[in-house]
């Protein structure tokens, strides 16, 4: 299994990114996928998820500002990050779940790093 992120980059306050990710190896379309950040000095965090049925989640401080999206056909799944803040600076890591009923595996990409000026 693997996972490629792309998208990441230097923007300016206010400024918009969309990250992608590419799945390989599995079948793509029955995996919960997410996108985690990871800024320094901190722990990972959860940003956004997306179920195989299309139930998104977010984070607090991106609701209203990040939309998280798959496309099964291409076995990519999107973070599009409008408004963006300093504070959203982080390593942004690409998660795929598979769950077999109770019990899940946890498949990570290298992350793309995003940072935010002011």
């Known amino acids: 299994v693997q996972l490629v992120e792309s998208g990441g980059g230097l923007v300016q306050a206010g400024e918009s990114l969309r990250l992608s990710c590419v799945a390989s190896?599995?079948?793509?379309?029955?995996?919960?996928m997410a996108w985690f950040r990871q800024a320094p000095g901190k722990q990972r965090e959860l940003v956004a998820s997306?179920?195989?049925?299309?139930?998104?989640n977010y984070e607090d401080s991106v609701k209203g500002r990040f939309t998280v999206s798959r496309d099964d056909a291409k076995n990519t799944v999107y973070l599009q990050m409008n408004s963006l803040k300093p504070e959203d600076t982080a390593v942004y890591y690409c998660?795929?779940?598979?769950?077999?009923?109770?019990?899940?595996?946890?498949?990570w990409g290298r992350g793309t790093q995003v940072t935010v000026s002011s």
């Open positions: 997306i179920t195989d049925g299309g139930s998104s």
């Open positions: 998660n795929a779940r598979r769950f077999y009923g109770l019990v899940s595996t946890n498949y």
């Open positions: 190896g599995i079948n793509f379309s029955i995996l919960t």
